[in-house]
């Protein structure tokens, strides 16, 4: 058994093909399917059903997986490690991002991080909570920007900054001649939400005390795949929604037909954290990362305890 071997099984576990596992590989389709049969004939298990139509992971496999996972990053440790001797922000971070807070956000940091760690090979993915959560867990990305808890022992969360929630509304929408929006007024506002699986939906609903989407109604089938889409629904008249603070500074804001409004709730803003594994070792390459989004910050965000690890106490709302 060897390291090679064991990033062969992620490999097929992750794209259920031999072909495409392979090309990932930089190998042919035999020598990686010969180097898994020699694996599975030392070992004296099964890893792969193989079919003619499909390749599934058996439940050792499963077990395998988990354990090949922790130690193929654990020889990348060793290696990060030699690198961190020269330089601890040398070498690839991968961060994943949900939709929501890529687009504003990293525009604002991308050129300070060149600038700043040229060492530092950042290496983004722009995903939704939950595929952001599960290649956390498997060790696929270093680390994730959330608006929501991670629930896992496995993982710790730096909190970096509070951003409040704006109400876009059309132009010649009754919102426009208000001082200010009550929750009451949001009541009855033909609120627009992100489809399922978007944080900011749930969050949305949250703020506005909603218990369940509407299934019926002229509302009820106009959901985006992205803020972008949202807001031409709005600018076209269909409704209102609510924007996070960083996504204000987009196009739309200016010559779209929609008005924004900050709300005044006490709860109407969105928590965003780095969320990581326990077990990262690059501690120091996270801090530095966090360090260039606080200063890159627009005073639309309230940025919180600068750099402080979790389980330290939070700067209050």
Same mark, same amino acid.
């Given at each position: 058994?060897?390291?090679? *071997? /064991? @990033?062969?099984?992620?490999?097929?576990? =992750?794209?259920?093909?031999?072909?495409?596992?392979?090309? &990932?590989? $930089?190998?042919?389709?035999?020598?990686?399917?010969?180097?898994?049969?020699?694996?599975?004939?030392?070992?004296?298990?099964?890893?792969?059903?193989?079919?003619?139509?499909?390749?599934?992971?058996?439940?050792?496999?499963?077990?395998?997986?988990?354990?090949?996972?922790?130690?193929?990053?654990?020889?990348?440790?060793?290696?990060?490690?030699?690198?961190?001797?020269?330089?601890?922000?040398?070498?690839?971070?991968?961060?994943?991002?949900?939709?929501?807070?890529?687009?504003?956000?990293?525009?604002?940091?991308?050129?300070?991080?060149?600038?700043?760690?040229?060492?530092?090979?950042?290496?983004?993915?722009?995903?939704?909570?939950?595929?952001?959560?599960?290649?956390?867990?498997?060790?696929?990305?270093?680390?994730?920007?959330?608006?929501?808890?991670?629930?896992?022992? *496995? /993982? @710790?969360?730096?909190?970096?900054?509070? =951003?409040?929630?704006?109400?876009?509304?059309?132009?010649? &929408?009754? $919102?426009?001649?208000?001082?200010?929006?009550?929750?009451?007024?949001?009541?009855?506002?033909?609120?627009?939400?992100?489809?399922?699986?978007?944080?900011?939906?749930?969050?949305?609903?949250?703020?506005?005390?909603?218990?369940?989407?509407?299934?019926?109604?002229?509302?009820?089938?106009?959901?985006?795949?992205?803020?972008?889409?949202?807001?031409?629904?709005?600018?076209?008249?269909?409704?209102?929604?609510?924007?996070?603070?960083?996504?204000?500074?987009?196009?739309?804001?200016?010559?779209?037909?929609?008005?924004?409004?900050?709300?005044?709730?006490?709860?109407?803003?969105?928590?965003?954290?780095?969320?990581?594994?326990?077990?990262?070792?690059?501690?120091?390459?996270?801090?530095?990362?966090?360090?260039?989004?606080?200063?890159?910050?627009?005073?639309?965000?309230?940025? /919180?305890?600068?750099?402080?690890?979790?389980?330290?106490?939070?700067?209050?709302?």
């Amino acid at each position: 058994m060897n390291l090679r *071997d /064991l @990033k062969y099984v992620i490999a097929v576990a =992750e794209t259920n093909h031999f072909g495409k596992a392979a090309e &990932h590989c $930089f190998v042919s389709q035999p020598t990686l399917s010969g180097q898994i049969k020699k694996l599975e004939e030392e070992l004296g298990v099964t890893i792969f059903e193989r079919t003619n139509r499909s390749v599934e992971i058996t439940p050792i496999g499963e077990s395998i997986l988990e354990h090949a996972r922790i130690m193929v990053e654990q020889a990348n440790v060793i290696t990060q490690l030699a690198q961190a001797h020269q330089d601890p922000l040398a070498g690839p971070l991968r961060i994943g991002v949900i939709p929501t807070l890529s687009p504003y956000l990293m525009p604002l940091i991308l050129v300070p991080i060149r600038k700043q760690h040229p060492q530092m090979n950042l290496v983004l993915s722009e995903e939704m909570t939950d595929t952001l959560l599960e290649r956390l867990h498997n060790h696929e990305i270093d680390a994730a920007l959330l608006a929501t808890e991670a629930d896992s022992q *496995d /993982l @710790k969360a730096m909190d970096l900054f509070d =951003e409040p929630l704006w109400i876009a509304y059309p132009s010649k &929408h009754p $919102f426009y001649t208000k001082e200010k929006i009550s929750r009451r007024d949001l009541d009855d506002a033909n609120l627009l939400l992100l489809s399922e699986g978007h944080c900011l939906a749930k969050q949305v609903m949250d703020v506005c005390h909603l218990k369940e989407r509407k299934d019926q109604g002229d509302m009820a089938d106009l959901r985006a795949s992205s803020l972008e889409t949202l807001l031409q629904l709005v600018s076209a008249g269909f409704g209102t929604t609510l924007v996070p603070a960083l996504a204000m500074r987009g196009s739309w804001a200016t010559g779209s037909g929609i008005a924004t409004q900050k709300l005044e709730f006490k709860d109407a803003y969105r928590r965003i954290s780095l969320v990581y594994r326990k077990s990262f070792p690059r501690q120091q390459a996270l801090d530095a990362f966090a360090k260039i989004i606080f200063e890159n910050l627009p005073n639309t965000v309230y940025p /919180l305890v600068k750099n402080k690890r979790a389980g330290k106490k939070r700067k209050k709302s």
